[in-house]
């Protein structure tokens, strides 16, 4: 499942290759993936060109000239392709959502679970329940260390439930927390209000550094970029996140697994301690 790297480079690539190109045909396999019929959709787009593409959070926001948007969500994962012409590049099979532009180029959407694209003018972009609520991610500029110090203040969740929800910070998933915390040193069922002002800082730099690391050598190894190039960020990246069994890569000890709400968290338990006594 696309994260924050993941999705911010993509929509970065869409906004430098789609920007100020003219829509000249919409192609809806599976009209259950859009809010609205296909006739509407393709009414409410074709003729307006793209003015920008930005992410908000996992979801991707393309911006056009009449005051309309288009809000990709990718779901549980899926593959959004660039093609420079649909008569001489390959479009890749079953395929949802079609985009094509006056210069022949274009992109598809492959969903594999749960994926969208809706409509939206600029009123009903600020109410879609999806997004209206989504905090600001680690690459924000208003992501800044204050911010975080503040945002925690008070809390009682579990840190890990509190870096997933997408109202506190967005963008963040179950694939790249488990080494935000181990860099962080914190265990991930110690509680937000348990924090130091020492753990807080050091959260705030791990998410920086682990998730611009991932960016840095073009996200996730089994996700797409826009231009069908797979990631070089793997698992052998990975620090601890599901090792468990596998030595700790900073002190040797066993790395353990446990459940934490719905899902498994990986961890240190030399590194990562719940409490000073432990």
Request: proline letters at 3%; glycine letters at 8%.
């Amino acid at each position: 499942m696309a994260e924050l790297p993941e999705i911010y480079q993509l929509s970065t690539q869409m906004n430098d290759s789609l920007t100020g190109k003219q829509i000249e045909r919409v192609e809806i396999k599976q009209e259950k993936c859009c809010n609205v019929s296909g006739l509407v959709f393709s009414s409410r787009v074709i003729g307006s060109t793209v003015k920008a593409v930005q992410n908000k959070g996992k979801g991707i926001i393309v911006s056009l000239s009449n005051g309309e948007n288009m809000l990709i969500s990718l779901g549980m994962g899926g593959d959004l392709l660039y093609f420079e012409h649909i008569s001489s590049n390959p479009v890749q099979e079953k395929y949802q959502f079609l985009i094509q532009f006056q210069d022949g180029t274009g992109f598809s959407i492959r969903f594999w679970w749960f994926g969208k694209v809706y409509i939206a003018n600029e009123q009903e972009i600020k109410e879609e329940k999806s997004i209206k609520d989504i905090a600001f991610t680690p690459f924000d500029e208003e992501f800044t260390y204050d911010y975080i110090r503040r945002l925690v203040n008070g809390k009682k969740a579990g840190i890990k439930s509190f870096l997933l929800n997408q109202k506190n910070v967005g963008g963040i998933g179950n694939m790249y927390i488990h080494d935000i915390l181990f860099e962080s040193g914190i265990h991930p069922q110690k509680k937000v209000s348990d924090l130091s002002e020492e753990e807080v800082k050091n959260l705030y730099d791990s998410m920086q550094e682990q998730l611009h690391h991932s960016l840095s050598k073009g996200s996730f190894s089994l996700e797409k970029d826009f231009y069908g190039h797979n990631g070089g960020y793997s698992t052998s990246d990975f620090q601890i996140a599901y090792k468990k069994g596998e030595p700790c890569p900073r002190c040797g000890e066993t790395i353990q697994s446990i459940k934490t709400g719905s899902t498994t968290s990986y961890f240190c338990p030399a590194c990562q301690r719940l409490s000073k006594t432990e």
